[in-house]
């Protein structure tokens, strides 16, 4: 086991990003500490999730300016949303049921703010120079085997509650 943390920085309380390598793959972790260990609740992102949440940062904002509500998959039921009449932005990790045809809220999250939320977005550029690879990363939407709608659809991280194609 190979294991290996790039950077820690504080965001709000008790909550923290995190870079670190494990087994030679970089997650990107936004979590809750209990003084200097980790929890449970946060979300763990691979590079394409976390690409992925850095470019939807303006449309969340624009959604938040709006007091629209905002629903957007990150890859893999990692989900940042904004919710009617529950002020600020929630990262978080969803799972679906057997039988039900909806995702459902785990525990595993972050609720920030709208000023942590601020604080967050400040922290972006820091946090990507800790991954001189960000650039280099492909999103799931863009490999070639996603350029036709059975290819999406087995894809596990645009698809991770396995629509069946009859």
């Not at 820690?8 to 970089?26: A, E, P, Q, R």
């Not at 809220?105 to 946090?127: E, N």
């Not at 280099?136 to 070639?144: A, G, Y």
Request: with cysteine; hydrophobic share 30%.
């Amino acid at each position: 086991m190979n294991y290996h943390n790039r950077c820690k920085l504080h965001v709000f309380g008790d909550v923290y990003v995190t870079v670190n390598d494990y087994n030679n793959i970089t997650y990107v972790h936004v979590r809750y500490f209990d003084g200097k260990y980790p929890t449970k609740k946060g979300v763990a992102m691979s590079l394409a999730r976390w690409k992925s949440l850095v470019q939807l940062i303006p449309k969340i904002q624009e959604n938040r300016s709006a007091d629209q509500s905002a629903f957007e998959h990150l890859g893999g039921n990692c989900y940042v949303s904004i919710t009617d009449g529950i002020p600020g932005i929630d990262l978080r990790q969803f799972w679906m049921p057997d039988g039900d045809l909806q995702v459902k809220a785990t525990r595993r999250g972050v609720h920030f703010s709208q000023q942590d939320f601020d604080k967050f977005v400040d922290l972006i550029p820091r946090i990507n120079c800790y991954i001189p690879e960000f650039h280099d990363i492909k999103l799931c939407s863009e490999r070639d085997d996603h350029q036709n709608q059975q290819g999406l659809l087995r894809c596990k991280e645009c698809n991770p509650n396995e629509y069946h194609i009859q």
